[in-house]
């Protein structure tokens, strides 16, 4: 099973350790309800990756890694298991000579956050919502000194390991199959991210003061959600789908989300970034082989999704807790 003990170890002493409370009990129930089904299929492909030390390596720019002594019949044998591991949503990755090109560029939202916030350079970092794992190998590329990231999903939890293992079992950052709303108050990290994840929250001001309950004080909050067009008083509540998805409950225009984090008692709220989702950000790959954004929007009117609503907008806003 995947061991994350080692993560307990790393945080026994220092600002994370009062999560040692509720952690470990809250993991093995987790192992005991996991053991079964798809997940032991992919824990196979897991265990057959192997471990790599990379001799070329970016994180910085990418995510790359390489040594020139792989024959072609090993780099076939990583691609194979990586496969085993799809759909691959969140990337691109380079291992080894495999490029999995997955669903979403996640690089290009990367590169429209990194300039906004503040420096990552030695800080403690939580991922909300991480996926698998691509956004937290970049935050350690920007010399981040520790990341954890959550996310319920089994899948990504096991392409997050698969990565780190072909990065030679690099300790820094780490993944925890928990959802937001069961970390206890940690007031522990410098900054949180939590991007694509506030229109899955069923109660967006709550997510809101749980993400604030996790940063220290003086820490940043980087949030990245869809929005819609419109004022303070603007706020979309889709019917049952919205460009097909079915979770998603609140999408603000970006003053109105600014206003929220006012009311949730974030300081120096700042919007800084807007973007429509193209095709080309969001497809289907060979990676990733279901429909994708191209299937989700009108195909009369890329300005709509199928439902008819604004096709899918997004903006980061970047505040403080004092
Ligand atoms: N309660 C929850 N707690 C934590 N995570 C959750 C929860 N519910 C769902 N998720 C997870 O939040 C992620 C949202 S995707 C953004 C990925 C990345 N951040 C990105 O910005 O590319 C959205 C998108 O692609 O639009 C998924 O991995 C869910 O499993």
Redesign the pocket.
């Known amino acids: 099973m995947i061991d994350f003990g080692r993560f307990y170890q790393q945080i026994a002493v220092g600002p994370l350790a009062k999560w040692l409370e509720v952690l470990p009990a809250q993991i093995s129930e987790w192992q005991r309800e996991n053991l079964h089904g798809h997940f032991r299929d992919w824990y196979k492909s897991l265990e057959y990756l192997p471990l790599l030390a990379p001799q070329k390596l970016d994180l910085l720019h990418s995510v790359t890694a390489d040594r020139d002594d792989i024959s072609d019949r090993h780099r076939q044998g990583i691609e194979k298991l990586l496969r085993n591991l799809m759909p691959w949503?969140?990337g691109p990755y380079s291992l080894y000579g495999t490029h999995i090109n997955t669903e979403?560029r996640?690089d290009w939202?990367w590169e429209r956050v990194l300039p906004h916030i503040s420096p990552l350079a030695g800080r403690t970092v939580l991922?909300?919502?991480?996926?698998?794992g691509?956004?937290m190998w970049r935050m350690i590329g920007a010399g981040a000194h520790l990341v954890v990231g959550?996310?319920?999903?089994q899948l990504?939890l096991v392409q997050f390991e698969a990565v780190r293992k072909l990065l030679n079992d690099d300790r820094r950052a780490h993944m925890l199959p928990?959802?937001?709303?069961?970390l206890p108050a940690l007031q522990a990290f410098d900054t949180v991210?939590?991007?694509?994840?506030l229109?899955?929250?069923r109660s967006p001001l709550d997510h809101l003061l749980q993400l604030k309950n996790q940063l220290v004080s003086g820490g940043e909050l980087v949030l990245?959600t869809?929005v819609i067009e419109g004022d303070v008083n603007q706020v979309l509540v889709p019917g049952e789908r919205y460009a097909q998805?079915r979770?998603v409950f609140f999408i603000p225009s970006a003053e109105a989300l600014k206003s929220w984090l006012e009311k949730s008692g974030f300081v120096d709220v700042r919007i800084v970034d807007f973007a429509r989702t193209t095709t080309e950000e969001?497809r289907r790959t060979d990676w990733m082989t279901s429909e994708s954004l191209a299937e989700f929007l009108d195909p009369d009117d890329a300005s709509k999704t199928i439902e008819g609503y604004p096709a899918p907008l997004r903006a980061v806003l970047v505040a403080t807790k004092p």
Request: glycine content about 12%; proline content about 3%.
């Open positions: 949503r969140k979403w996640s939202k991922d909300v919502g991480c996926g698998s691509y956004h959550i996310d319920p999903m990504f928990l959802g937001i709303e069961q991210f939590s991007m694509g994840v229109y899955h929250r990245e869809l998805m979770n969001q």
